[in-house]
């Protein structure tokens, strides 16, 4: 693993824990972070398979879903999830009261999803690459 991809799934770590603190009490922020995190994971993911990194975040998702087709270690719900976690993030960063809310059902169905994804991808980079 190169230290850049390490440092993706560190900052994902970190993402996790900031969620894992505040799914309860702050559901908005908590979904934020862990869209954050899988984002993070995601771009370690493309680092590890192409040597580069995406612009954007829709960059991302469509690089991301487009290697991940091929790997059958990477489960369908979490490449959809990545996409799914982007309009959570969406919410709560642009959202009014009226445009939806994050309840905290929300912020833990996201915050267990993505300690799957990021742990997936964490293992996935740790092996040689074929």
């Keep these: ?3 850049e991809i390490d440092d993706y799934l560190r900052t994902a770590n970190r993402c996790l824990d900031d969620a894992r603190a505040l799914r ?4 908005r922020i908590a979904a934020r972070e862990s869209y954050l995190a899988v984002y993070h994971a995601a771009e370690a993911y493309l680092l590890y398979s192409t040597g580069k990194i995406a612009k954007t975040h829709s960059g991302l998702r469509a690089e991301f ?3 991940a087709k091929d790997d059958p270690r990477i489960d369908r719900e979490l490449v959809s999830f990545l996409a799914q976690a982007y309009e959570l993030k969406s919410v709560a960063d642009y959202g009014t ?3 939806g809310e994050i309840t905290l059902q929300d912020a833990e169905q996201a915050f267990q999803t993505a300690v799957r994804f990021v742990s997936l991808i964490a293992g996935l980079v740790a092996l040689p690459r074929t």
Excluded at 24 to 27: A, F, H, I, Q, Y
């Design 97 to 99: 009261d009226s445009a």
């Design 1 to 3: 693993m190169t230290p």
């Design 24 to 27: 309860l009490s702050l559901p």
């Design 65 to 67: 879903s487009r290697l």
